[in-house]
């Protein structure tokens, strides 16, 4: 990717529930930066389970090819059906098929309440984003002892290897340069120990050129990654994993540092980048003006540093860590009584 634009076309997609209240915050946020960025042209685009119910399609066509047009983008969160619903597919999952986002980069890094100490927790799971059990292939049948449900999952060479090769080269950019890989081949030997074979000969792979040989390797098992992760988070720097561990996982780590509203992600290919904060749509709050704005301000500085744009996404970072240091403007999800857009203008006031 190149820092070389004149102007930076952004697609917003805030689809559903909260999506709705906290795209438009990132949107000023990113706005704020001025020169630090090019110029952002915005495109406002349609999508998700509220379209769906309205149009008979989650994901327009019109949505797909603008997106295309586009730079990268920022999405927001769908709404999951809590029962199967006859024609209705995630647009999340189809967009990350379409535009080939094989990689989903979560950093949870907790904020230090001094600045100069280092955080208790900034570890970034790196979720491969295609394949495992996420291919949906599911059957069921009737059998003499009741029915039967069986799901197919899908590990391959190359899908581990990009995840693998994303997972280093993040971890050459990170002090400690550790990269953990997580499976569970001590059972499913065949496709965990796939994935973990494929990920552990990155660096060794001719086109990596030792690029890599100083990164130090770990692996565990999913369990007891997860166990480890509420002990001693600080054991890990970049974490490696199926889709379905690093789903879970980085949920998990959410947790840690005290909210989902606080959690980033992008989802990456080679060509495209779309920011996509790690929450849900949060039916409970939705509507109310008080969902937490920072997953998704943090989103946007994921996907400008990715773009190249290192300054403005420090900007956007650093503001955020003051408004949460500082502890005085927050939202009800950590324990504050702000409003969505209080939260955003103090955010702005530092910006
Ligand atoms: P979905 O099916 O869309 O994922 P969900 O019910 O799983 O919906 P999430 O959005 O995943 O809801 O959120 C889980 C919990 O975390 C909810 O209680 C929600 O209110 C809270 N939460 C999530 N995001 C935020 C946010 N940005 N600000 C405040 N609270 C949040
Ligand atoms: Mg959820």
């Known amino acids: 990717?190149?820092?070389?634009?004149?102007?930076?076309?952004?697609?917003?997609?805030?689809?559903?529930?909260?999506?709705?209240?906290?795209?438009?915050?990132?949107?000023?946020?990113?706005?704020?930066?001025?020169?630090?960025?090019?110029?952002?042209?915005?495109?406002?685009?349609l999508a998700g389970f509220e379209y769906f119910t309205r149009h008979g399609e989650a994901l327009p066509e019109e949505t797909v090819s603008a997106l295309k047009e586009c730079d990268c983008a920022l999405f927001g969160a769908v709404s999951s059906p809590s029962r199967r619903v006859t024609g209705y597919s995630s647009p999340i999952v189809a967009l990350r098929k379409i535009l080939d986002l094989y990689a989903n980069i979560r950093p949870v890094i907790s904020v230090a309440a001094n600045p100069a100490d280092k955080p208790d927790v900034d570890l970034v799971v790196v979720r491969e984003n295609t394949e495992?059990?996420?291919v949906k292939q599911e059957t069921i049948t009737t059998t003499e002892?009741?029915?039967?449900?069986?799901?197919t999952r899908l590990i391959t060479e190359r899908a581990s290897r990009r995840i693998g090769k994303m997972a280093f080269e993040l971890a050459l950019d990170r002090p400690r340069k550790h990269v953990t890989i997580i499976h569970k081949s001590n059972v499913l030997s065949i496709t965990d120990g796939l994935f973990r074979e494929t990920v552990r000969a990155v660096p060794q792979l001719p086109e990596v050129n030792g690029r890599f040989d100083g990164i130090t390797i770990a692996e565990q098992l999913v369990d007891s990654a997860v166990y480890r992760l509420f002990r001693e988070p600080q054991i890990y720097d970049v974490m490696v994993a199926p889709n379905l561990y690093g789903d879970i996982i980085s949920d998990a780590a959410a947790a840690l540092v005290g909210s989902l509203g606080l959690v980033p992600s992008i989802n990456a290919g080679d060509d495209f980048v779309m920011g996509e904060p790690v929450h849900g749509s949060a039916p409970d709050i939705a509507g109310q003006g008080i969902a937490n704005p920072i997953a998704s301000i943090r989103s946007a500085a994921l996907m400008l540093r990715r773009l190249g744009y290192a300054k403005g996404a420090d900007r956007l970072d650093k503001a955020v860590d003051e408004v949460i240091r500082e502890g005085r403007v927050l939202t009800p999800d950590l324990g504050g009584h702000a409003k969505t857009t209080e939260v955003l203008d103090e955010i702005l006031k530092r910006i």
Not at 8 to 17: E, N, Q, V, Y
Not at 18 to 44: C, N, R, T, W, Y
Request: glycine letters at 10%; hydrophobic letters at 40%; one cysteine or more.
């Open 1 to 45: 990717s190149t820092a070389t634009r004149s102007s930076l076309k952004i697609g917003l997609i805030p689809a559903d529930g909260i999506g709705k209240e906290v795209i438009p915050a990132a949107q000023k946020a990113i706005e704020a930066l001025g020169s630090d960025i090019p110029k952002p042209e915005f495109v406002p685009l």
């Open 132 to 134: 495992c059990l996420y």
């Open 145 to 151: 002892n009741g029915r039967e449900a069986r799901a």
